[in-house]
Nanobody, 124 residues
């Protein structure tokens, strides 16, 4: 079975940094596109950052220049480095994997496997 487990969330002050991790198991992680999504209050889950099998990345406009997605294929782990965090970043963050071929993108409907989410709360 495909399992994705996020960790690293918590409370952080505006302007601070946080690194989220996603441990993947049960499938060929290195060949899959991966992504980070978040659920903000009152909104549908939205894409934050994506990464393909070669390490190319894509970001939502709201996080460009502040967040960095990366992967460690040897450890089957996905990361999201969050810098210059803002109160608007408060959300539940989810790790996700595409079900089919790896093409770069952060459209929610393209991702079939999801973690349980980790809460990030930003105070000002």
């Amino acid at each position: 079975q495909v399992q994705l487990v996020e960790s690293g969330g918590g409370s952080v002050q505006a302007g601070g940094s946080l690194r989220l991790s996603c441990a993947a198991s049960g499938y060929t992680y290195s060949r899959r596109c991966m992504g980070w999504f978040r659920h903000l209050p009152g909104k549908e889950r939205e894409g934050v950052a994506g990464i393909d099998s070669d390490g190319s990345t894509s970001y939502a406009d709201s996080v460009k220049g502040r967040f960095t997605i990366s992967r460690d294929n040897a450890r089957n782990t996905l990361y999201l480095q969050m810098d210059k965090i803002e109160p608007a970043d408060t959300a539940i963050y989810y790790c996700a994997a595409r079900v089919g071929g790896c093409v770069l993108g952060i459209n929610r409907g393209d991702f079939a496997y999801w973690g349980q989410g980790t809460q990030v709360t930003v105070s000002s």
